[in-house]
C-alpha cells in the first residue's frame, strides 16, 4: 500500500521528510490556528480558499489508499507544488494553484492503478530538484499513454510554474510521442526499470521546462 508521510504543516511546506516506507499515513489540513505566511493567513481568513484545502486533503488521503500510487511521487509533487503556492501575491492566484492540484490528484484516484506505472527524475541517485515524472499507462496490448510533468518554483511567481506533456505511442522499449497541444516531441528510451528521456523538438520550451533525463519506476 501506498503511504503518504505528511509531518506537521509549517510555513506551507513539509519539516524533514525521509523518503522511506512507513506504517502509517496521516494528513492535515492547513493548521489555521498557527497561519505562517501570507497564503496561509489569506486561505485560512477565506472560507472558499479553506474549502478548497480541505477538499484536497480528502483527495490526497484518499490516494494514499491507491495501492499503485507511489508515496515518494506524492509526497515530492505535494511539497513542489505547496513551494510554487506559496509564491502566490493574491487570492485568485492561490484559488488557481488548489483547483490545478485539486484536478490532478482527483485524476490519479479515477484512474486504474493496474495499468499504471509511474517514474521520477533522478539525479546522482537521487530525486532531481528540478522535479519531473512520467506516468505511463497501458490502454491494450500495443499502446501506452504518456503523460509528464515538471515541477519548479523560483524567487517569484511567474517562476512558478507546472508544465505538462501528454501524448500515445505504440509499446516498444523506444517510442516517440508528440505532445496533444502543444506539439512537443520527446523521445524515450527503456532499460530495464529506468527510462531515459529527451526533448526532440524546440516546442517544448526553454531549458527549465525540459523533460530531459533518466527516470527511475517508483513502487
Not at 104 to 124: A, G, H, S, W
Amino acid at each position: 500500500m501506498a503511504v503518504f508521510n505528511c509531518r506537521r504543516w509549517i510555513a506551507g511546506s513539509f519539516i524533514n521528510i525521509a523518503f522511506l516506507p512507513l506504517a502509517f499515513a496521516q494528513i492535515l489540513p492547513l493548521d489555521c490556528e498557527n497561519p505562517g505566511n501570507f497564503v496561509e493567513k489569506t486561505t485560512c481568513s477565506n472560507p472558499k480558499l479553506t474549502e478548497l484545502d480541505n477538499k484536497l486533503f480528502a483527495e490526497l488521503e484518499q490516494a494514499t489508499h491507491e495501492t499503485k500510487i507511489p508515496a515518494q511521487m506524492l509526497e515530492l509533487t505535494q511539497q513542489s507544488w505547496s513551494k510554487a503556492r506559496n509564491q502566490c501575491k493574491n487570492t485568485a492566484c492561490i484559488e488557481q494553484a488548489y483547483q490545478k492540484r485539486l484536478l490532478e490528484i482527483k485524476n490519479l484516484n479515477t484512474t486504474d492503478q493496474e495499468f499504471v506505472r509511474y517514474f521520477i527524475r533522478m539525479k546522482d541517485k537521487r530525486p532531481d530538484p528540478n522535479l519531473a515524472l512520467l506516468q505511463l499507462q497501458t490502454l491494450d496490448e500495443k499502446r501506452i499513454r504518456v503523460l509528464a510533468q515538471t515541477f519548479w518554483s523560483g524567487s517569484d511567481q511567474k517562476h512558478s510554474q507546472t508544465t505538462d506533456f501528454s501524448g500515445y505511442a505504440n509499446q516498444a522499449k523506444k517510442i516517440t510521442v508528440k505532445d496533444l497541444d502543444s506539439g512537443c516531441i520527446l523521445k524515450l528510451r527503456q532499460h530495464k526499470e529506468k527510462w531515459r528521456v529527451w526533448q526532440a523538438s524546440p516546442l517544448c520550451g526553454n531549458k527549465n521546462l525540459r523533460f530531459s533525463g533518466v527516470y527511475e519506476l517508483q513502487k
